[in-house]
Nanobody
């Protein structure tokens, strides 16, 4: 099973910054060829929503609520993706999940999720 390891969550005050990191690793003896990677979030009582995503070709997509504040970076060679979050607002409080889709050696295209990391923004 592909593993997505996340880090960087925490508690910050409104207006502060955090950087989330996610590293994807392939099963032993396999290679994970990633198509796209992204970040999603889910607040209590709400559905999971897209925050930002970057394709293998480098194009990015951001939720309207984070445009101009968040930036997604991907290192294709290392299968990692970062989310720089600036000017954080209380409404950004949520569990943030890393996501990746791609092909593992000898397997079909699939989608994988990290365990999630809590981001809490106090007012």
């Amino acid at each position: 099973q592909v593993q997505l390891v996340e880090s960087g969550g925490g508690l910050v005050q409104a207006g502060g910054s955090l950087r989330l990191s996610c590293a994807a690793s392939a099963p032993t003896g396999s290679i994970f060829k990633i198509n796209s990677m992204g970040w999603y979030r889910q607040a209590p009582g709400k559905q999971r929503e897209l925050v930002a995503r970057v394709t293998g070709g480098g194009s990015t997509n951001y939720a309207d609520s984070v445009k101009g504040r968040f930036t997604i970076f991907r290192d294709n060679a290392k299968n990692t993706v970062n989310l720089q979050m600036n000017s954080l607002k209380p409404e950004d409080t949520a569990v943030y999940y890393c996501n990746a889709d791609g092909v593992v050696t000898s397997r079909s295209m699939s989608e994988y999720w990290g365990q999630g990391t809590q981001v809490t923004v106090s007012s």
